[in-house]
């Protein structure tokens, strides 16, 4: 399924597709999904009326959480490891990285892009 995405998105995904696991660190594990999500929920004060949902998308290789909100969560991401799912946290060097990369993202022109989902 294709989505069109705003620039902000586009830039968050772009910017997900550059990095690896070395720039994250592993945070927790659990046996199921749903809680993997709700501590990405807790942990970026997400308020429980807004919902959540996990995304892969094309060439990156985590599990994305998305809300109504916030949109793509970027800081927090998801890795299924065999029957296990793990929370991974940014590192604050790859932090500085996405706020360079969204700042001129949003400071030049650009289309809306797709993304499959």
């Given amino acids: 399924m294709k989505t069109r995405l705003n620039k902000t998105e586009a830039a968050k995904i772009d910017f997900?597709?550059?990095?690896?696991?070395?720039d994250f660190s592993l945070c927790a594990t659990f046996s199921r999904g749903e809680e993997m999500m709700e501590a990405i929920r807790l942990e970026n004060y997400i308020p429980g009326s807004d919902r959540l949902s996990a995304i892969k998308v094309k060439d990156v290789p985590f599990i994305l959480i998305t809300t109504k909100t916030f949109g793509i969560i970027v800081n927090s991401v998801g890795v299924q490891n065999g029957g296990r799912f793990e929370?991974?946290?940014?590192?604050?060097?790859?932090?500085?990285?996405?706020?360079?990369?969204?700042?001129k993202a949003l400071s030049t022109g650009g289309k809306n892009h797709r993304r499959n989902g």
Avoid: C, P
């Fill in 16 to 22: 997900l597709k550059s990095v690896g696991k070395e």
């Fill in 87 to 103: 929370v991974h946290e940014m590192s604050n060097e790859a932090f500085g990285r996405y706020e360079e990369h969204l700042r």
